[in-house]
């Protein structure tokens, strides 16, 4: 069974941790994205919603969310059903007491997902910027990161009822998900999701009539670096998880960069492929979406896969990209960057793929009804939770800005000041802000 918390040699321990500091990067480069998807007018306002979602998230796993999500060999709350023992909740106590900060292989876990907690929070902000509150996406961080982020993570990651069911039921070797494309990607998609039912669209998205408008990014210089920067964070990522969680040594870490590598760049190249031919030329914004999604399609079976199956997964999940982002439209949902499609849908069709295409050493047969369980899981309890949390929050602190707000620009609106101050931008209304 997947994640046991063997102890490390010296050496690995010092790679593991190398690999952990890495995945700062895959945050500062959804940053990126995100800020260079918005208009001029809300650019500040994004990068600092982005850097306070991660700080408030780390916080309230640091607070609490560890105490539930614990780790693989910790202390745990289990129930017995029909003979077998399903463990549900960590008991680890508060504010990591009692977490020996060392190089173990629990405090590893517990660095990791302290990251894990600030990507996860991070993207969300790229569905709804332009009309996110600060104060209420901070709150709705605080309930990613001491919540819903910590109880799907100790299923998977901390030796929960999903990573058992190899155990109990010899579905493969239970739950498998190297680096975190259920436990970050898709729990922060489906969270995106629940904000962009709870928020609607921008002002002037759609037209009377209900058709979707354009409403570019101001900055796709700042898109397209920010894949680039993701992209060592994104091999620390699933290097350091397939280590601590799903049992892959050091050795496989050239794999999994190559891995990671060819799915970004299969999507990457699918979107510019599909957009050339659909509109004559290739679509920069779409093709960074793609880049991502091919990165996130990469995190589940990573350590397991042949780089010919990687690269097949990155030219699904770059079509995937390209057709859903044009599909929500068409239903209203008016996500900003893409963020549901890239790590919602992909982080899915991730487990799903792990399932199909990953060999595990020693595994039985089952691993993809396993993995079918755990997506099945995110769509029918982590998204209503997500959901529920964010509208009991939205009742009690509402979390989008009056429509002045959004007419004014966030930067000026919420911060007082613009990204831009030596530039002329404009509002909605035409008139000029400095």
């Not at 292989?105 to 907690?117: D, I, T």
Request: a neutral charge; one cysteine or more.
């Amino acid at each position: 069974m997947f994640g046991t918390a063997p102890a490390l040699p010296d050496a690995e321990s010092m790679v593991c941790i190398f690999l952990i500091l890495l995945v700062p990067l895959a945050v500062a480069g959804l940053a990126l994205l995100n800020t260079g998807f918005v208009r001029s007018r809300s650019a500040a306002h994004a990068m600092l919603s982005t850097l306070c979602a991660v700080a408030v998230a780390a916080g309230a796993y640091f607070a609490c969310g560890f105490a539930i999500g614990g780790y693989a060999g910790g202390s745990m709350h289990a129930i017995s059903i029909a003979g077998k023992e399903w463990n549900w909740l960590a008991g680890e106590k508060l504010f990591f007491r009692g977490l020996a900060l060392d190089v173990s292989p629990a405090s590893l876990a517990a660095l990791l997902q302290l990251f894990g907690v600030g990507l996860a929070a991070a993207i969300p902000l790229g569905s709804v910027v332009d009309r996110w509150r600060l104060g209420a996406s901070a709150a709705a961080a605080a309930l990613l990161g001491g919540c819903v982020y910590p109880l799907f993570a100790h299923w998977s990651w901390g030796g929960g009822w999903l990573a058992q069911l190899g155990a109990n039921y010899s579905l493969g070797r239970g739950f498998l998900d190297c680096g975190g494309a259920g436990s970050i990607q898709a729990v922060g998609g489906l969270n995106a999701l629940a904000m962009l039912w709870i928020l609607g669209p921008r002002r002037g998205k759609y037209s009377v009539e209900g058709m979707p408008m354009a409403l570019p990014g101001h900055n796709t210089i700042l898109v397209l670096f920010g894949c680039l920067l993701a992209l060592p964070g994104w091999v620390g990522l699933n290097s350091a998880g397939a280590i601590l969680f799903a049992g892959a040594g050091c050795a496989r870490v050239p794999l999994i960069a190559v891995n990671t590598m060819l799915s970004a760049s299969a999507s990457a190249l699918t979107c510019l492929l599909i957009t050339r031919i659909r509109f004559g030329k290739p679509d920069a914004s779409l093709v960074a979406n793609g880049w991502f999604g091919g990165l996130v399609a990469s995190c589940a079976g990573c350590a397991f896969l042949t780089p010919l199956a990687a690269s097949l997964i990155g030219v699904v999940a770059g079509a995937l990209v390209t057709f859903s982002i044009q599909w929500l439209e068409l239903i209203s949902v008016d996500d900003t960057s893409g963020a549901f499609p890239v790590h919602g849908l992909c982080g899915l069709w991730s487990l799903l793929a792990a399932g199909v295409f990953a060999r595990v050493p020693g595994a039985p047969a089952g691993q993809w009804l396993a993995q079918v369980v755990g997506a099945a899981t995110l769509l029918g309890f982590v998204l209503p939770l997500s959901y529920g949390l964010n509208l009991l929050l939205d009742r009690v602190l509402p979390q989008r800005v009056p429509p002045e707000g959004e007419r004014q620009g966030m930067d000026l609106h919420e911060l007082g000041a613009g990204a831009y101050p030596e530039f002329v931008t404009y509002t909605e209304d035409s008139t000029r802000q400095w």
